[in-house]
């Protein structure tokens, strides 16, 4: 691993070093084998209405928060030149404006993404999401709400949902040209849309596929899907970034 990327991670380390706070708390209510451990493979809890419960403490299984095609095949991110000329730009020059190094929040689907538990609060026609990752957090209404007619362009853009059986399907618009869609600096604009599904498996695993359609960056809609895993018995961390911090700094004193 490269200087630099030790120096990043040293810094992500250091924002979620425990404090205080509830970990290992036993979660109420929740299915356990008969040694006491959380179940992890009982039925998907559902809600009043039947629908499956998203409710709980998530975390990727699957660390694509570096390159979020990480498991797709080579060559299948189809960007559009000026996308893969940026791309290669910031793999070169280690993501240097990136703009979570500044405590600026993922968005999405990069906040997904993140090794670091977030929670999801499921009500009857809202759903949110609270990450722990720069102590972040996104409301998804499914209250039959369309997008706004002049939506002001957001780091997190405007999250609506429905349910199509049991999955929950998350339209998000409205996001300005800075985003990053992961570490590796994926360019995303404007007229990005993003759709996640979130199917709740079982108690324990819940799947999120993730469609990009970005006409500014890309040649066509492309997928991928991020498996989660619950933590139960646990809370989420306090997560600080200093937006005075001297990351960049250093940077040209760390040998490559």
Request: net charge negative; proline share 10%.
């Amino acid at each position: 691993m490269r200087g630099i990327q030790v120096v990043f991670a040293l810094v992500c380390l250091a924002a979620a070093v425990p404090s205080a706070q509830w970990l290992n708390q036993p979660t109420p209510g929740i299915p356990r084998t008969p040694d006491g451990k959380p179940n992890l493979t009982a039925p998907a809890p559902r809600t009043a209405d039947g629908k499956p419960d998203l409710s709980g403490l998530w975390q990727p299984a699957a660390i694509l928060i570096g390159d979020i095609a990480a498991n797709l095949p080579p060559n299948s991110v189809p960007y559009q030149p000026w996308a893969e000329k940026l791309y290669k730009e910031r793999r070169a020059n280690d993501g240097r404006d990136d703009p979570t190094a500044n405590c600026i929040v993922g968005g999405v689907p990069r906040s997904d993404l993140v090794p670091y538990p977030f929670k999801i609060l499921h009500e009857k026609d809202l759903v949110v999401i609270l990450y722990e990752a720069v102590h972040s957090y996104r409301q998804i209404f499914a209250d039959g709400r369309k997008f706004p007619e002049d939506m002001n362009p957001s780091w997190f853009g405007y999250s609506i949902g429905k349910w199509e059986k049991d999955t929950f399907v998350v339209e998000t618009a409205g996001f300005n040209d800075r985003g990053w869609l992961d570490n590796f600096g994926k360019p995303a604009t404007d007229k990005l849309r993003v759709t996640e599904k979130f199917v709740r498996k079982d108690f324990g695993h819940m799947d999120i596929v993730i469609t990009i359609d970005d006409p500014g960056a890309y040649t066509k809609p492309w997928d991928v899907t991020l498996p989660l895993i619950l933590r139960p018995d646990t809370e989420l961390l306090e997560y600080i970034c200093n937006e005075n911090n001297k990351y960049f700094e250093i940077i040209p004193k760390v040998e490559k």
